[in-house]
């Protein structure tokens, strides 16, 4: 059982690795699409959607895909890191559990 969950973690972590390679990939390609175009906006228009409609869209109309690709991608990656660190604190919990019985 105890090197079924190290395994786990070390599954997890090379996990975790992954999704930071997808980030760099994936979001940096837009992003500098978008810092070529000197497309600026916030962390608080990538979490509230309607003012990302209201600020952001109208100002920049023709980077509107480009502006919708990479908060998709944000949020994606930003749910995958999450779940992964809560999955890697549980089994790494448990882990301790098993290795102190």
Do not use: C, D, W
Request: aromatic share 16%; net charge positive.
């Amino acid at each position: 059982m105890y090197y079924l969950l190290v395994s786990i973690v070390i599954g997890l972590f090379v996990a975790m690795l992954f999704v930071n390679v997808y980030f760099r990939a994936k979001v940096l390609k837009t992003y500098g699409v978008l810092t070529r175009n000197k497309v600026e906006f916030g962390a608080n228009h990538i979490f509230n959607r309607k003012r990302l409609e209201a600020e952001i869209l109208p100002k920049y109309p023709q980077f509107r895909h480009e502006i919708e690709t990479f908060i998709r991608h944000m949020r994606y990656t930003i749910q995958m890191a999450s779940v992964l660190i809560f999955l890697i604190t549980l089994f790494g919990a448990v882990l301790m559990y098993f290795r102190e019985g």
